[in-house]
């Protein structure tokens, strides 16, 4: 059975202070409530699974260690797949068919489904979604979150922003003011604080720094290899093309929506019917209601994720997860999946159809050649003096 015990959260505090002075009274607004607990039970905020110490993604080693999906509201529950970073995430274009490369095109979410239709912008409609999912933060309504801001202690901030207090007498008002809650979360993703752009790398573009002979390897090796889908080239690289791919990644055992057979929502039924047998679909999962007949070719594939802060943690014993579901532990492991895929016995791809044997899977890397990759992705960490 599932503990219930509660996890160490590592917060850093000093960038999660809400005094912030070089942000918009909007983006201080979104700031706020992306920290504050606005869920039933009040125990988890945007921050519990997005931590800004970690480039905004999931803060707890020993989560990530294992399934990497976090616990929600209700502690018993879990959603399916690892946080992504909401860092960056605010320059991925609104959802759509790229007729020139046959593929799906941004939006946010590992399968594309904040697509922006509804505010103009993937991030905003993304960070509506958790507040209501009962295997996140399990408020019962919209109504609900606009009652929590406003009994808090930034809701003149709302007004100061809006022009009008924070209401919910009418279906139109709790709907236009909910998509002011993500329009305001989205603000503070968009701001300086979160998107950056202060890595070791963007020094090094600018000239304010040099990289190691190791580190200029890993960038040459890193172009010839990775960026046909991770774009480096230029200041600003986002270090994603925003489509999505299937690299065959394996599942993860430990994740926690294995078991969710066995956990049950409040009409009685199960979180997730199908138990152990459950496969991610990925992209083609929301295909399938979104665009059927496109959903077969997409089956597996998972949004490309940005670089940038993909290293970044408070130290070196600290534990990151990666792939959409968690299973590598380490950007070595990862750089050594993609270089070695396809000639040495890794476990078999969660969805076998539509996996990507062109750009992967045997790249012919030394082991010092890996390092240097390593070493080069670690210097995409936000926060270099």
Not at 132 to 145: D, M, T, Y
Not at 314 to 337: I, Q
Not at 367 to 373: K, S, T, Y
Request: aromatic share 10%; net charge negative.
């Amino acid at each position: 059975m599932l503990s219930c015990e509660r996890d160490i959260e590592y917060v850093d505090t000093e960038t999660a202070s809400l005094k912030s002075g070089d942000l918009t009274p909007m983006e201080l607004l979104g700031k706020n409530i992306f920290f504050d607990k606005i869920s039933s039970p009040d125990n988890m905020s945007c921050a519990t699974c997005h931590s800004p110490n970690v480039g905004f993604t999931g803060p707890i080693p020993g989560i990530n260690m294992k399934g990497a999906v976090y616990r929600g509201a209700v502690p018993q529950r879990f959603g399916n797949r690892k946080a992504p970073s909401v860092a960056y995430a605010t320059l991925s274009p609104v959802f759509h068919y790229n007729e020139d490369i046959g593929s799906f095109v941004g939006g946010n979410f590992w399968d594309g489904r904040a697509t922006g239709d509804m505010l103009g912008n993937p991030a905003a409609d993304q960070a509506l979604g958790p507040f209501l999912n009962p295997v996140e933060q399990n408020n019962p309504s919209k109504q609900a979150v606009l009652e929590q801001i406003s009994i808090s202690d930034y809701s003149d901030l709302w007004e100061a922003v809006w022009g009008e207090p924070i209401s919910w007498e009418t279906n139109t008002d709790v709907n236009a003011n909910y998509d002011r809650v993500g329009l305001s979360i989205a603000a503070y993703e968009a701001s300086t604080e979160v998107n950056q752009f202060s890595s070791k790398y963007d020094a090094y573009l600018a000239g304010n720094a040099e990289l190691t002979e190791q580190e200029l390897s890993g960038l040459e090796l890193f172009n010839a290899n990775c960026s046909a889908c991770h774009p480096s080239e230029g200041i600003g690289a986002l270090f994603t093309d925003f489509t999505f791919d299937n690299v065959g990644a394996p599942k993860n055992p430990d994740n926690p929506f294995y078991d969710m057979d066995e956990i049950y929502l409040g009409d009685g039924s199960p979180i997730n019917p199908m138990g152990d047998e459950w496969i991610d679909p990925g992209l083609g999962g929301f295909l399938a209601y979104a665009y059927p007949e496109y959903a077969d070719e997409n089956m597996g594939k998972h949004k490309v994720p940005t670089l940038r802060n993909v290293g970044k943690k408070p130290g070196k014993g600290f534990t990151k997860a990666y792939m959409h579901n968690g299973v590598f532990k380490s950007l070595e492991e990862v750089v050594h999946f993609y270089n070695t895929r396809d000639v040495e016995d890794w476990p078999a791809p969660e969805v076998a159809e539509n996996v990507n044997e062109d750009e992967l899977g045997n790249l012919g890397l030394t082991n010092e050649e890996e390092d240097a990759i390593v070493a080069f992705l670690e210097t995409l960490s936000d926060g270099y003096k």
